[in-house]
T-cell receptor, first 114, second 114 residues
Framework: NAGVTQTPKFQVLKTGQSMTLQCAQD?????MSWYRQDPGMGLRLIHY???????DQGEVPNGYNVSRSTTEDFPLRLLSAAPSQTSVYFC?????????????FGPGTRLTVL | SQQGEEDPQALSIQEGENATMNCSYK?????LQWYRQNSGRGLVHLIL?????REKHSGRLRVTLDTSKKSSSLLITASRAADTASYFC??????????????FGQGTILTVHP
């Protein structure tokens, strides 16, 4: 199993550009999430999904869109990149069985917006 | 807002010593989890403790949970240089089914000197 994969690993954008961060998992997990991590801070939830076709906002959703057409994939779209979106982005997936929801993280995408 | 607050922010010890990190949170929870992040990498799940548990062990890790004080501690015994990493607590909010929607603390940076 590849686990959770993310592409690209690094990306540099100019202000106003759009792009999609890809995330895929092969563990048949129902739940998937996107987080951002800024220096000296923990992870903050951007969007999450409890299954194909179902998404919801997290703590910091502004400027980002998501969709979940399949169980495996959960792409994150930046609509119009801003310098404040410079961060490291992590995708995670989990199952939920009896309240045990250990999250499996991808390796991250380091994004710089100029 | 960050649900979990961790202290200390940084901890420096010698190999063989024990390391203790603390986490406090604000609202009721289903479970509390601890993760490790090596520099430049994704997060790795260490241990999960449910709200009705008070202590849990996994190898050299010991986690305690005090729901009356809304706090948890992670003890790493006989630390090794390879334990050098950032450690995060994450809480899963109460109120029914968990949706893989964790709230992370800001983390403790642990440095273990050989």
């Amino acid at each position: 199993n590849a686990g959770v994969t993310q592409t690209p690993k690094f990306q540099v954008l100019k202000t106003g550009q759009s792009m999609t961060l890809q995330c895929a998992q092969d563990m048949n997990h129902e739940y998937m999430s996107w987080y951002r991590q800024d220096p000296g801070m923990g992870l903050r939830l951007i969007h999450y999904s409890v299954g194909a076709g179902i998404t919801d906002q997290g703590e910091v959703p502004n400027g980002y869109n998501v969709s979940r057409s399949t169980t495996e994939d959960f792409p994150l779209r930046l609509l119009s990149a801003a310098p404040s979106q410079t961060s490291v982005y992590f995708c995670a997936s989990s199952y939920s069985f009896g309240g045990y929801n250990e999250q499996f993280f991808g390796p991250g995408t380091r994004l710089t917006v100029l | 807002s960050q649900q979990g607050e961790e202290d200390p922010q940084a901890l420096s010890i010698q190999e063989g010593e024990n390391a203790t990190m603390n986490c406090s949170y604000k609202t009721s929870i289903n479970n509390l989890q601890w993760y490790r992040q090596n520099s430049g990498r994704g997060l790795v799940h260490l241990i999960l403790i449910r709200s009705n548990e008070r202590e849990k062990h996994s190898g050299r890790l010991r986690v305690t949970l005090d729901t009356s004080k809304k706090s948890s501690s992670l003890l790493i015994t006989a630390s090794r240089a390879a334990d050098t990493a950032s450690y995060f607590c994450a809480t899963d909010g109460a109120g029914g089914t968990s949706y893989g929607k964790l709230t992370f603390g800001q983390g403790t940076i642990l440095t273990v000197h050989p």
